[in-house]
């Protein structure tokens, strides 16, 4: 099993910047991408940036491209979603996400609000 934990989470103005974290524990070893996920009221959850866990380069969806990166520290088993620029078309639950060899495991998601 494995546990993830977010936050940073909170009520940012248009413009502002959020640093979101995820902490994961557990069999953390069989874990070979992570992810942010959002879900806005009345939308479908979306993906909104991937990273691999040994290398490789992260991905993001086009809205949010030049305005957030993803990160990790593996050294503390975290996942780090730096997002500037926000716009209130950014609010949502934000989940991170981590696929592995045993399963897909969620956290419990962090609200973003961005509004002046």
């Known amino acids: 099993q494995v546990q993830l934990v977010e936050s940073g989470g909170g009520l940012v103005q248009p413009g502002g910047s959020l640093r979101l974290s995820c902490a994961a524990s557990?069999?953390?070893?069989?874990?070979?991408?992570m992810a942010w996920y959002r879900q806005a009221p009345g939308k479908e959850r979306e993906s909104v940036a991937t990273?691999?866990?040994?290398?490789?380069?992260?991905t993001y969806i086009d809205s949010v491209k030049g305005r957030f990166t993803i990160s990790r520290d593996n050294a503390k088993n975290t996942v780090y979603l730096q997002m500037n620029s926000l716009k209130p078309e950014d609010t949502a639950v934000y989940y991170c996400?981590?696929?592995?060899?045993?399963?897909?495991?969620w956290g419990q998601g962090t609200q973003v609000t961005v509004s002046s």
């Open positions: 996400n981590a696929r592995g060899l045993r399963g897909v495991y």
């Open positions: 557990g069999s953390i070893f069989s874990i070979y991408i």
């Open positions: 990273i691999p866990t040994r290398g490789g380069s992260p």
